[in-house]
Structure formats: structure tokens, C-alpha cells
């Protein structure tokens, strides 16, 4: 098979790709990494839109996408584009389209650049399983190249881009028949209409292929290059994004999961995260991900070429790995808190990693984020551990410490190849690429008690560690491999960021069975920072192994960052449906703005909350209607009745201190 998908993957380059201008702001080829994103007012309300262009454009953006549901708003755009213009803002407009060609046309000869979806320029979504043969197939797609050659040519005609987004939720039921709902099925759904655009000598084209499950969303950018490279079409730019990413820090890391790890292999062109708040905050999280490579190729030490690429990067597996206590095999990914920057641990500090002490039943409580495992280093703890807690220490400590079968050492690669005392259990050793040598590969190799600690200060981190995991798997060492990640004077928003590129890129590929967010670059700090910072740690490596699909602990919000559609607040009604539910751990539930989008955007979720109508709103199991039209004032109390119906609602627990 072939398994090229970038142009390194030991070295930063990024991936060579045609340049489509776009109103004068050039994407593609040597040209920066754009930031984008779209407005939320409706695109009737001219100043309105034009105001939230305005802060949008400060904030970052370099493009901005309006939603242009019929002819009117298409009409629209012009009234908005000579208003900025009026106002000395040049920025290119993107019209966004879904379902409604003629919108498109009209869009096509006012603004720059426009969106094509095509699960459903064309197609009406149905949710039904129509068996296509060749024939049947081929009659479709001669109706869909109809439908939109006019598009082609009108673009062609005015100098004006086209991008052609797939959406892992809404694939044409044409798709979804031949192909189901995999990253090929995305990937064809956008060959279809490249083909008919070069057919038509109309190259101005940037791709995407966002989904809300990053594994599904890098899996089919990845693909999407190696058929365009198998096929012979152009290497047009790539527009990187995750969908319904949701608010705050879960879709912060969600967005840096997805679209960090592609970035890492020099892939994107352009970057939208798409946030459940205000679109002004969504470009300085677009604009911190991709200035992180700005210098990369400059800063990186160099990483040799992999010969064998022995994992499937459009495909998960897990990487096989023995069972060592509960890390590795099936065990989900665990999360070790490095504590070794405080001297006295008391019970109470160990809140910060999930673990509550009640004074009043002299007992520990875990919440759903409670850390598996300490890193205390040269600073044992005094007293016994809550259940389920295991420490770690350094070896010349454990060593001296009183032994006990949840006390275990952390060994270098050199203590690890002498023949000193071993605890009968686990045995952790801490490892960069050059002390994975063939003596110490050897030895791994028949160590039942053995869990690698992967690290590296190389700038290039995440494929540096990449190396490590494919070094272990050419050589047939299957021990577990956690992923110690440290950064020192960054913004907690960079080490969100960072860290969930690096870590998150590897779990996608089923690279990692635990991680350990480190501590030992920071500054000196008091004891109460100290336990914010290890609390924040704590949480993030818990968000990014849910973002990475690896491990759920908490409720997933798929909710879409709203638009020109939107039908209700989505900030606030977000806020309230998690007030109520954010203690179902592994429910998905979907909060979309709108009917027309809103239930093919959230493919994934469990159950869907989608506004239909001033203060109605639809409830979905699934991606079935359930409650057509239920009151907004009732219509979280419903969704919990749904929730009970189906035996998923736990009543939310207190825990005592
Ligand atoms: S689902 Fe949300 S973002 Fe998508 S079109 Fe509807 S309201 Fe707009």
C-alpha cells in the first residue's frame, strides 16, 4: 500500500500545493498559513455583518465565510463587501453554501470565493440506504456535473476560488451507499466534483475534509492527498479544520488534536477553528497553531529518514503492546501527574489530580479525572495512596524508600541495563530516541515489567517520538510507551495548544498508552501555583486523550460555532445543557443552530438538541427525530427524560471534602 501522504516525516517541509488567489491574498504554495473564519450574524443585517467582519479582521483573519442560505442573502454580499470596502477592509469574502446552487451562481459573480458541500450541493439528504449500481451511479453523477458545471464556469469566468468542503456528517446518501461513512467515502465525495472542475480546465480550488472525530478528519486529509497524487490532479491547498469542535478548552484541544497533528506533516494551506463563542475568538487560536512552525525547519535537529513505516496512517490500530499491570493491551491510556516539584504532599493537595480527601469520613473520593498515577521523583509520599493511585519515583529514591507493591521506579537506560534490584511489577525508564539502542531494545524485548517513558527536547517533537514508536515496532518491542511531554516559560493557551498536537498526534495513530504532562521546565513557583498548574495539567491530559478518542471520561459536546442560520444563543443554551449534563461521562450530544445543517453536522453524537423554529427545537437519538418540536423552556428537561429513557442518566454526585 502506499502510505505517502506528505512530503517528510521525519523533517518539517510543508507539502508543495498549487497557489489559488483569492481577492488578492494568495493561499497556497510558499504563501503563509491563512486564518479564517465566519461570521454569525445573519447576512440580511448589512452592519451587523460588516461590524463583526471588523473584529474579525483585527483579530486575525485573513478570509471571512458569510453564510449564504438563498438568493437574497447571496444578494447580499454585495452590500456588505462595499460596505467594508467603504470602510477600507479588503478582506475576500467566502460565501458558504449548502443545498441552494442558485445562491451559489449569484455569489460567484459578487465575492471571491465560494463553499461548496458536496454531500449536498446537489443531494437532498434523505437518511436512506438506496442500493446504486454502475449504472444508477453514473446517472447521478452525470446529474450532479448538470447541476454544478454553471458554478464551474461562472467561477472560471470571474477570477473566482471555490472551496470544495466535505463533511464527514453530511455525505450524500450516494456516497454513503457505496463507500459508508469513512474518510474514503469524504475523500471520493470531493473527487467527484475535482474531477469536474478539471474537466472544465478549473483549477482555483482549495479542499477540506473536516469531521468532529479527529480521527476520522486526519485520516481523510491524509488520504485525500495520496489520491490526489495517485490520480494525477492538481495538489491543490488544504482548508484544516475541526467540525462542532465545541467551547472553551474541550474544543481549543479538539481543534489542536486535529488540526495540529496535520500540520506537523506540512500539511494545511489554511486554518478554521471553529469554536462554540464569538468567531473574533477563533483566529487567535487558528493564528497560535500555525505560527508554532513558522521556524520549525530552522529549529528542529535533524531526525533520520523512516525506511519502514510499519503503521497504517489512514486507518487506527492501536499499536500492540503486552499487558504491564493496567497500562498497555486494552487498557485505556493513562494519565500520570508529575508532582515532583512539591516537597510535602499532604492529602489535600491531591485534589489537583482528581483524588478528594474528605476530613469528615477520613477517605478519598475520585472524581472522573482522577490521574492513575504520581510522579513525585525524589520526594516520596508519607502517607498511604487513595486506592488506585500508584507512585513513581526516581531509582536511586526508590532505591532508599521503604518498598511497596504501588511505590515503582523511574530508571535511566543505564540503570536500566545494570543488574540492580527491579520492583517485581512495573519498572519505568525514561528514554530519548538515542538511548533506544539495539542492547536496550533487546532486553525490552523479553521484559514483562517494563514501561517505556518516550521523551524529547527536539522541536520537532512529535515526530521524533513518532520515530521512537516505529524504532519499537520494526524491532518487535511491544512494552508500553508513555509520552512525557514538558514546556517551560509558554502561556497556559500554548501549552493547551502544544501539547495536544504532540500527544494527540501520536494517539491518533494508536501511538501511546499514557501520558505525563511535565512540570520540570517551569520556573519556581509557590505551592499554590504549583497545584493550579498541576491541576490544569491534569485535566488537559485527560481532555486530549478524549479529543484523540482514546479514552472518554467526560460528556462530548458536539456543538456547531453557530452561523447566519443559527436559531438560538448557542453559547448560552451550550452552557446550560452542560450545567446539566457534564457528568455523563462518554454521552455525546450534539447542539447544532439549525434543521438545515444541524442533523447532518453531528453524525457522531448520541443524542442531538438542533433548533428548528423560534424557541422549538428538535431531539434527536441518534440520527433519528424523536420530539419534533418541543418548547425551548422544556427542551433540556426533555432531552434528560431521553437520556433516562435509554438508562444513560446518572443523577450528578457530590463528592464530600
Ligand atoms: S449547524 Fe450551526 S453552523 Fe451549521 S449551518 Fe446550522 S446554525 Fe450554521
Redesign the pocket.
Known amino acids: 500500500m502506499n502510505k505517502s501522504y506528505c512530503p517528510s516525516l521525519t523533517e518539517y517541509k510543508r507539502r508543495k500545493t498549487r497557489v489559488v488567489n483569492i481577492g488578492g491574498v494568495p493561499m497556497g504554495g510558499d504563501y503563509p498559513i491563512r486564518v479564517q473564519s465566519m461570521t454569525t450574524v445573519d447576512t440580511m443585517d448589512t452592519l451587523g455583518s460588516v461590524e463583526q467582519c471588523i473584529r474579525m479582521i483585527e483579530a486575525g483573519c485573513e478570509y471571512i465565510r458569510i ?1 449564504a442560505p438563498s438568493i437574497k442573502e447571496a444578494e447580499n454580499l454585495k452590500n456588505i463587501k462595499d460596505e467594508l470596502n467603504r470602510r477600507g477592509y479588503n478582506v475576500p469574502l467566502v460565501a458558504d453554501i449548502h443545498f441552494t446552487p442558485n445562491a451559489a451562481e449569484v455569489a460567484a459573480r459578487i465575492i471571491e470565493k465560494v463553499r461548496v458541500n458536496p454531500g449536498n450541493y446537489a443531494d437532498k439528504k434523505k437518511f436512506e440506504v438506496i442500493e446504486y449500481n454502475d449504472e444508477t451511479y453514473q446517472a447521478e453523477l452525470d446529474r450532479i456535473r448538470e447541476r454544478f458545471l454553471p458554478l464551474v464556469r461562472i467561477c472560471k469566468e470571474h477570477g473566482t476560488a471555490m472551496r470544495i468542503g466535505t463533511n464527514h456528517g453530511s455525505l450524500s446518501d450516494r456516497i454513503l451507499s457505496r463507500y459508508g461513512d469513512t474518510p474514503l467515502g469524504m475523500v471520493e465525495s470531493a473527487l467527484e466534483f475535482i474531477r469536474i472542475c478539471e474537466s472544465e480546465s478549473y483549477y482555483d480550488l482549495v479542499i477540506s475534509m473536516k469531521a468532529s472525530n479527529t480521527q476520522v478528519m486526519v485520516q481523510a486529509y491524509r488520504l485525500l492527498v495520496q489520491k490526489l497524487d495517485e490520480e494525477g490532479l492538481q495538489p491543490y491547498p488544504l482548508h484544516l479544520g475541526v467540525t462542532e469542535a465545541g467551547e472553551a478548552e474541550d474544543g481549543r484541544i479538539k481543534s489542536a488534536v486535529g488540526i495540529g497533528t496535520l500540520l506537523e506533516d506540512g500539511l494545511g494551506d489554511t486554518v478554521r477553528v471553529s469554536l462554540t463563542e464569538a468567531p473574533e475568538a477563533e483566529a487567535p487560536v487558528a493564528k497560535a497553531l500555525i505560527d508554532r512552525y513558522i521556524h520549525r525547519a530552522e529549529k528542529a535537529q535533524p531526525i533520520k529518514p523512516i525506511c519502514n513505516v510499519p503503521i497504517d496512517p489512514f486507518q487506527y490500530h492501536r499499536r500492540a503492546t503486552i499487558e504491564v499491570e493496567n497500562l498497555g493491551a486494552q487498557n485505556v491510556p493513562r494519565v500520570i501527574a508529575d508532582l515532583s516539584r512539591l516537597t510535602d504532599v499532604q492529602y489535600a493537595d491531591l485534589k489537583s489530580v482528581g483524588h478528594l480527601y474528605s476530613m469528615l469520613l477520613d477517605k478519598f473520593n475520585m472524581n472522573d479525572l482522577g490521574a492513575d498515577y504520581i510522579y513525585t521523583a525524589d520526594n516520596p509520599i508519607t502517607f498511604m495512596l487513595p486506592n488506585g493511585l500508584k507512585e513513581i519515583v526516581n531509582y536511586s529514591s526508590w532505591q532508599k524508600a521503604e518498598h511497596s507493591e504501588h511505590r515503582h521506579p523511574l530508571l535511566t537506560t543505564e540503570q536500566y541495563l545494570s543488574d540492580q534490584p527491579r520492583h517485581a511489577k512495573i519498572n519505568f525508564i525514561m528514554a530519548t530516541i538515542n538511548d533506544l539502542t539495539s542492547e536496550v531494545l533487546e532486553k525490552l524485548k523479553t521484559d514483562g515489567t517494563a514501561v517505556l517513558m518516550l521523551h524529547t527536547t527536539n522541536e520537532h517533537a512529535m515526530p521524533e517520538l513518532r520515530k521512537c514508536f516505529f524504532r519499537l515496532m520494526n524491532n518487535d518491542v511491544q512494552v508500553p510507551c508513555i509520552i512525557k511531554r514538558e514546556y517551560g516559560q509558554l502561556t497556559s493557551d500554548e501549552v493547551q495548544l502544544y501539547a495536544s498536537t504532540d500527544v494527540g498526534g501520536l494517539l491518533i495513530d494508536g501511538l501511546g498508552d499514557g501520558i505525563m504532562l511535565g512540570t520540570e521546565l517551569l520556573p519556581e513557583q509557590e505551592k499554590g501555583v504549583w497545584l493550579q498548574t498541576i491541576d490544569a495539567l491534569n485535566k488537559l491530559s485527560f481532555g486530549i486523550l478524549q479529543a484523540a478518542r482514546t479514552r472518554m471520561s467526560k460528556t462530548e459536546y458536539i456543538s ?4 447566519g ?2 436559531l438560538f444563543d448557542l453559547q448560552e443554551t451550550t452552557a446550560m445543557i452542560r450545567k446539566r449534563t457534564d457528568h455523563l461521562k462518554g454521552v455525546k450530544i450534539g447542539i ?3 434543521i ?3 442533523p447532518g ?1 453531528m453524525a457522531d453524537a448520541d443524542y442531538g438538541y438542533v433548533g428548528v423554529g423560534k424557541d422549538k427545537i428538535a431531539l434527536y437519538r441518534g440520527q433519528t427525530v424523536v420530539k419534533k418540536s418541543v418548547p425551548a423552556d422544556r427542551a433540556v428537561d426533555e432531552l434528560i427524560e431521553l437520556i433516562r429513557e435509554d438508562a444513560r442518566w446518572i443523577e450528578p454526585v457530590v463528592l464530600e471534602e
Open positions: 453564510t456547531c460555532p453557530s452561523c442560520r443559527t447544532m443552530g439549525c438545515v445543517n444541524g453536522e
